[in-house]
Structure formats: structure tokens, C-alpha cells
């Protein structure tokens, strides 16, 4: 079975870090480029990040760029988000999902999703 | 950047056809693909329908999508509405290594 379990949400205050694990399974993880994507409560998604499949293209949404960085490890058949500098908007949801193939074709698979909260 | 503009809210009948739009504000709809995503109260998306009008596995034929060049738009039509149909729908296109995602919309089936 295809799947993509989140982890390492949590509480963390204005200005901290915080890093979010994606675990790939029941899939070449190495083939595929990944994407984070979040959603803030009661809000919309929102692309985060996405990187290439041998790490050589990363790319950021202008709301994140400067302040979260994404990895990943083929080995571990894992994906990273490391976030810095945290606000309160980016509380929220944390989905990482797959596309297909082409990034035209959006995303077939999704994580359950890992919450972050930003507060005092 | 382009934005990807939904109605916030569509409501109608069991057994009826609904239609949700997806208007790109700039450069051709054409241009990349949509995909459309359903999203149930505290679950993830799913697709139901991807590359503008195909449906991957799994999802029943009510549901199609279609782009319109001259409105620039996409839409997801939604045939013989079911209550299980009642969910967030959100559409999306990729440009300039760019996810872009509509605000989304919430069907209610009643």
C-alpha cells in the first residue's frame, strides 16, 4: 500500500523551530519529487515547498522562502521540512504529498498531515 | 503568480447536478492542467478529478471536469448528488514550479 505518514508537529512559540518528517512506503520514493503543502484552520491549501527526486530542484512559496528548508533522504524513503523563524500564520496542517509524475498532474497521494501550532 | 478564483459555497439537492468554477485570473487555463481535490471534515484530499477532465480509479463517473478557454475557467460537475458528495472541493494548477490552489469551495447536499 501506498503511503505517506507525517510527524513532529507540535506547540512551538513565535520565533521557534520545528522539523516535520514525511515516511514514504509502498512506492520507489527515490523516483518521485515531493511536496509539502499546509492548511491553515478553517483555511485553504496552500503549497509549501516541493524538491526534486535527487534533491537538484527545490523550490518555496514566497510566504515561506528564507525560513523553511525541505530535504530528503532516498536511503530512509523520508522527507523533511525544516522550519525556522516561526509566525502564528503558519499555524497550521502540514500534508507532504506526492505527484505522479509530471508536476502538471498535481498530487496522487497524501499524509494523514501533522499539526503545527504557533502561539505564546 | 496567477490566482485560481472559486465560489465559496454551492448547495443543492440530492439526485441533482451541481457545477463548481475555477477561473484563472492571468495567463491561459489551458496553459497546465487542473486537478480537482475533495476534502472531507478532518481528512486529507483526495483527488477526483486530474489533467483537466480524467478520473483516477475509484471515482464514480458522476463526478467530470472540463476546461473552457473562453472563460477562461475549469469546472467539476458533480451528477445524481449523493449526501457522501458533501465536502470542501478545491482546484489546482502548477505553473512556473508553482503549485497554485483555488480558495475552494463547500458543497452542501440537501
Known amino acids: 500500500e501506498v503511503q505517506l505518514v507525517e510527524s513532529g508537529g507540535g506547540l512551538v512559540k513565535p520565533g521557534g523551530s520545528l522539523r516535520l518528517s514525511c515516511a514514504a512506503s509502498g512506492f520507489t520514493f527515490s523516483s518521485y519529487s515531493m511536496n509539502w503543502v499546509r492548511q491553515a484552520p478553517g483555511k485553504g491549501l496552500e503549497w509549501v515547498s516541493s524538491i526534486s527526486s535527487s534533491s537538484s530542484y527545490i523550490y518555496y512559496a514566497d510566504s515561506v522562502k528564507g525560513r523553511f528548508t525541505i530535504s530528503r533522504d532516498n536511503a530512509k524513503n523520508s522527507l523533511y521540512l525544516q522550519m525556522n523563524s516561526l509566525r502564528a500564520e503558519d499555524t497550521a496542517v502540514y500534508y507532504c504529498?506526492?505527484?505522479?509524475?509530471?508536476?502538471?498532474?498535481?498530487?496522487?497521494?497524501w499524509g494523514q498531515g501533522t499539526t503545527v501550532t504557533v502561539s505564546s | 503568480n496567477f490566482m485560481l478564483t472559486q465560489p465559496h459555497s454551492v448547495s443543492e439537492s440530492p439526485g441533482k447536478t451541481v457545477t463548481i468554477s475555477c477561473t484563472r485570473s492571468?495567463?491561459?487555463?489551458?496553459?497546465?492542467?487542473v486537478q480537482w481535490y475533495q476534502q472531507r471534515p478532518g481528512s486529507s484530499p483526495t483527488t477526483v478529478i486530474y489533467e483537466d477532465n480524467q478520473r483516477p480509479s475509484g471515482v464514480p463517473d458522476r463526478f467530470s471536469g472540463s476546461i473552457d478557454s473562453s472563460s477562461n475557467s475549469a469546472s467539476l460537475t458533480i451528477s445524481g448528488l449523493k449526501t457522501e458528495d458533501e465536502a470542501d472541493y478545491y482546484c489546482q494548477s502548477y505553473d512556473s514550479s508553482k503549485w497554485v490552489f483555488g480558495g475552494g469551495t463547500k458543497l452542501t447536499v440537501l
Open positions: 504529498a506526492r505527484p505522479p509524475g509530471s508536476p502538471r498532474s498535481g498530487m496522487d497521494v
Open positions: 492571468s495567463g491561459s487555463i489551458a496553459s497546465n492542467y
